[in-house]
């Protein structure tokens, strides 16, 4: 919407929205080529993407000043470039990799005779072999394995590029079965996993903040042929403003089938990418390649509150003088967001799956929904209770 007016112009400038996604501008703005003298630490450029040798890695990040100079690159190459890194042999050995994996496989087998696990934020429930929160299971089954599999240079220093140190590891690990189908395209957490409707209320800038926030990754657990459906990228996608509402768009999702680029790994190998990237997991049209991922979701430190507080207490304390209140709606929800977690995650997502959507029911909506059938405390605090449980590990 063009307009002389001043306060319109900063509110068009602030609040985003689905109609702002034109596909037109989309184009231009990754009408761009990846150019290797941009990125002189790249072994090559591939499908406008660079590419990274892990042995060169480990050999440069032993001087300090070669080391800021590579993870200045991969910064660049995340906020303003292509999107995405990849480096083969990120493990030089691959024997981490395939302890963690015997580890997964019996995680799996216990999952599919209990009738458990499994689900996907963006694919059919039930196609793709999965395992929530796999970092601590792993560190809590095998300390040995998680030792040496998180022991590896790469992964550190590219989560440092992005995050800077403190940084927080979650893992979550998926296999794409013979005859899996691909996941719709998408970006990622966080406000990948909202709908256009919530985060239509949060600013421009929160939607610029949130991919600095979190940097995602995938390591190869077993050699990905391009048939077997390794992840499919659009590169320089994160640069667009309202993306986080035009992935969702049909036209966008056409555009991104006939134009994104799909790169083989080979065991060992990871990409890491910014999780704004336009990006789905492939099609795995094999017979017989059982294609695992470690999908790493690696959060910077300062996603934090300052003091830690027990929000399902002050909600239980809470809910009677509101229930009892006659304060208006409006003035109830701001009582509630600031008592009640309004945010899905954390969570444990064996326990908490997400219901009609793709994030599970906050405390805050909880709160809200018991206020609004007139719960009694007693219901309430078990309900409380129950949904505090569930998010445990």
């Excluded at 929530?132 to 300390?143: C, D, M, Q």
């Excluded at 042929?225 to 992840?231: A, C, L, V």
């Excluded at 999780?275 to 910077?300: I, W």
Aim: hydrophobic content about 40%; proline content about 6%; some cysteine.
């Amino acid at each position: 919407m063009k307009t002389d007016n001043v306060t319109q112009q900063r509110s068009n400038r602030v609040w985003l929205t689905p109609e702002m996604c034109e596909l037109e501008d989309f184009k231009k703005g990754i009408d761009r080529v990846t150019k290797p003298e941009d990125y002189p630490f790249a072994a090559e450029i591939a499908c406008n993407v660079p590419i990274y040798d892990g042995d060169a890695v480990r050999k440069a990040t032993k001087d300090p000043e070669l080391r800021k100079a590579l993870l200045a690159e991969w910064a660049e190459v995340m906020l303003d470039g292509p999107g995405i890194v990849v480096f083969k042999k990120a493990f030089a050995n691959t024997a981490p990799i395939d302890a963690a994996t015997q580890v997964f496989f019996d995680m799996i087998a216990e999952q599919k005779a209990e009738g458990t696990g499994g689900g996907d934020h963006f694919a059919k429930p039930g196609a793709n072999d999965r395992i929530w929160n796999a970092l601590e299971k792993l560190a809590l089954r095998n300390p040995v394995a998680f030792a040496n599999y998180y022991a590896n240079e790469v992964i550190a220093l590219v989560s440092e590029s992005w995050l800077g140190p403190c940084y927080q590891v979650t893992s979550q690990l998926n296999v794409v079965n013979p005859g899996g189908q691909a996941q719709s395209v998408h970006r990622d957490y966080h406000m990948g996993f909202q709908t256009s409707k919530e985060i239509q209320r949060f600013p421009a800038h929160a939607h610029r903040l949130s991919p600095v926030l979190t940097l995602q990754g995938a390591v190869a657990h077993v050699d990905m042929p391009e048939e077997s459906g390794p992840t499919l990228y659009l590169p320089y996608s994160q640069s667009f403003g309202p993306g986080f509402f035009a992935w969702r768009k049909p036209e966008f999702k056409e555009f991104f089938n006939s134009n994104y680029v799909q790169l083989p790994l080979a065991k060992g190998d990871a990409a890491f990418f910014n999780p704004a990237l336009f990006h789905a997991a492939g099609t795995n049209r094999t017979k017989d390649v059982k294609r695992m991922a470690n999908l790493l979701q690696v959060s910077s430190a300062y996603g934090r509150a300052m003091e830690a507080m027990d929000r399902a207490r002050m909600s239980q304390s809470l809910y009677p003088v509101l229930a009892a209140t006659r304060l208006d709606q409006q003035s109830i929800e701001n009582v509630v967001a600031a008592c009640a977690e309004g945010y899905a995650f954390p969570t444990n997502l064996d326990r908490d799956p997400p219901i009609g959507g793709l994030a599970p029911q906050t405390q805050a909506q909880l709160m809200l929904k018991a206020l609004a059938e007139k719960w009694d405390t007693t219901k309430f605090n078990e309900a409380l209770k129950n949904h505090s449980i569930r998010r445990l590990t």
